[in-house]
């Protein structure tokens, strides 16, 4: 019925700028030339500021998993003990990386949808009986569109023992958020490129800082391909151990283009105007939200219709809007959709899923809700500086 462009609002992959794109489109090179060894000094030091660290990111040929895999594999050792925390589908998957690797794993569960609570987790922390070696987080869980207290996290941590490392999954928030690895005590920070750094699939991104890398350097764990201490060492020298994704990573470039010309603070901003203008339309549709405002992710917010509305929603945003969402995951599955607001949205694409919204919902629920979104969604942008 309608011809619309597609819009693109999973929580991953993202939409792709155009001036992304256009880098993709550039002739190959090769990766020991001089021409890509600048262009890897030169991204891997701009995503820095973005991952809140002084050290360059190292940039791997993977996905967010990847990423995750190669943080636990570099900083844990055969016989140490771990703690992993669960709150979703993203922290089991660091449960199932750590059960491959047969570590000592100790489960903090968290029920989904829920931030992390610090006296829980303190009781939790207190009573285990073996010394840690490391713990490991999401910042955001993207299954559950919750957002944990890293800052308090890491701090009670290191509070504890100072040399505990601690890693955190930033796979669908970094590129949306203030990080600053030093003042929230993070060691570890990974993420994935087709998410809120509005890039293709294909890269995961390790940060790291000075101290932790000599904490990486001493790892003993079994490892060839994702051997970090080596992809540090040659990053240092503008330089990678394997052939890297040469065509992603000059898309980098564009990215950070975009990042400067806004102003990382305002990027930020831009996520967080989205987020709010979106949930204080959904709340005017009568449509309740999985998370609570005050744990609610800047990037993907998780939605609770009605049972009967569930799929009748995902398929006429798709067949009649041409907008994609998400639905849940894990139990989780035909309970809760997840719409998607990171890297290259702005509230002006908000507006196109919260009109269609709308006119579906008035549809099947037969009464008009023509308005009361766009309103709800207006006042917030209004008083937006």
Request: aromatic fraction near 8%; charged fraction near 20%.
């Amino acid at each position: 019925m309608y011809l619309n462009q597609p819009v693109l609002l999973s929580p991953g992959p993202t939409p792709i700028p155009d001036i992304v794109n256009h880098y993709l489109t550039l002739p190959m090179i090769g990766h020991r030339t001089e021409s890509f060894q600048k262009i890897l000094h030169d991204v891997s030091k701009g995503l820095a500021p973005i991952f809140g660290t002084d050290q360059p990111v190292v940039i791997l040929a993977g996905s967010g998993t990847s990423a995750l895999e190669t943080a636990m594999v570099n900083t844990v050792d055969k016989d140490d003990h771990i703690v992993v925390i669960v709150s979703g589908a993203f922290g089991n998957r660091f449960k199932k990386i750590a059960e491959a690797y047969h570590y000592h794993l100790h489960v903090f569960e968290i029920e989904w949808g829920k931030a992390l609570d610090m006296t829980a987790f303190m009781s939790f922390y207190n009573q285990l009986t073996q010394p840690i070696k490391a713990v490991f987080t999401q910042l955001c869980e993207t299954s559950t569109t919750v957002i944990h207290p890293i800052e308090q996290i890491g701090h009670y941590i290191k509070s504890i023992d100072d040399n505990v490392l601690f890693v955190v999954d930033g796979v669908s928030i970094i590129g949306a958020y203030d990080m600053d690895m030093s003042r929230d005590k993070v060691d570890i920070l990974v993420a994935g490129s087709q998410k809120a750094l509005m890039l293709p699939a294909g890269m995961g991104f390790v940060a790291y800082t000075a101290e932790s890398r000599k904490k990486i350097a001493s790892s003993k764990s079994d490892k060839f391909y994702f051997n970090l201490s080596l992809y540090i060492d040659k990053l240092f020298d503008d330089t990678t151990p394997f052939t890297p994704p040469i065509g992603l990573i000059q898309s980098i470039r564009g990215m950070l283009e975009i990042v400067e010309s806004e102003g990382f603070e305002n990027t930020v901003k831009r996520h967080y105007a989205c987020r709010d203008g979106l949930r204080s339309a959904l709340k005017a549709l009568d449509i309740p939200l999985f998370v609570d405002d005050k744990d609610a992710s800047p990037t993907v917010t998780a939605i609770v219709p009605i049972q009967t509305e569930i799929n009748i929603i995902k398929s006429r945003l798709l067949s009649d809007f041409n907008i994609t969402i998400a639905g849940g995951q894990a139990h989780l599955k035909g309970k809760i959709l997840r719409i998607g607001h990171m890297g290259y949205v702005t509230p002006f694409d908000m507006l196109k899923v919260i009109s269609a919204l709308e006119i579906i919902l008035s549809d099947i629920r037969g009464k008009s809700y023509l308005g009361k979104g766009l309103t709800a969604f207006q006042e917030v942008i209004s008083c937006i500086k």
